[in-house]
């Protein structure tokens, strides 16, 4: 038998997907000043991330890596080519694969960008464990999504 929703159910206040948009929406929005002195947006910055942990990925690896389609992932990446950060090569083995690799000036940005994580946890009052603790929680939760969306 299905339950009628009560009328507080459908309060977007009781939403957990309003407040999961809104929290990752602020979140961002916490990066933008740390990452402006790198020139970096905060999409950018996720590459290098990914980048700086594993160099030399190519196009569809980096997407995998960061959940994103090539259609997304190819403006980001024209626009770290040009800001000398990144470069891209077609393999000669395969030309529809296309390597990304850090530029030595991309290279260097991982030294000042290693203070944000600490930035964020300060303005969140947070320690760095706490924030583990949380990423941990919500890679449960995105694990759980992905699995039920596949079981449909």
């Given at each position: 038998?299905?339950r009628k929703p009560t009328p507080d159910?459908?309060?977007?206040?009781?939403?957990?997907?309003?407040a999961l948009y809104a929290a990752s929406?602020?979140?961002?929005?916490?990066?933008?000043?740390?990452?402006?002195?790198?020139?970096?947006?905060?999409?950018?910055?996720?590459?290098?991330?990914?980048?700086?942990?594993?160099?030399?990925?190519?196009?569809?690896?980096?997407?995998?890596?960061?959940?994103?389609?090539?259609?997304?992932?190819?403006?980001?990446?024209?626009?770290?080519?040009?800001?000398?950060?990144?470069?891209?090569?077609?393999?000669?083995?395969?030309?529809?694969?296309?390597?990304?690799?850090?530029?030595?000036?991309?290279?260097?940005?991982?030294?000042?960008?290693?203070?944000?994580p600490a930035c964020i946890a300060g303005?969140?009052?947070?320690?760095?464990?706490?924030?583990?603790?949380?990423?941990?929680?919500?890679?449960?939760?995105?694990?759980?999504?992905?699995?039920?969306?596949?079981?449909?």
């Amino acid at each position: 038998m299905k339950r009628k929703p009560t009328p507080d159910q459908l309060l977007l206040d009781q939403q957990l997907c309003f407040a999961l948009y809104a929290a990752s929406r602020s979140f961002t929005g916490l990066y933008r000043p740390l990452l402006e002195p790198l020139g970096l947006t905060y999409p950018q910055y996720l590459v290098m991330l990914v980048l700086w942990e594993q160099d030399g990925l190519t196009v569809r690896e980096l997407g995998q890596r960061l959940q994103l389609d090539s259609g997304t992932l190819t403006p980001l990446l024209k626009r770290l080519q040009t800001a000398g950060l990144i470069s891209r090569q077609r393999r000669t083995e395969d030309e529809r694969e296309v390597d990304i690799r850090l530029t030595e000036t991309g290279l260097a940005l991982r030294e000042p960008a290693s203070a944000i994580p600490a930035c964020i946890a300060g303005h969140l009052n947070m320690s760095l464990g706490q924030m583990q603790q949380l990423r941990d929680q919500l890679k449960h939760l995105a694990r759980q999504l992905q699995h039920s969306t596949t079981e449909d």
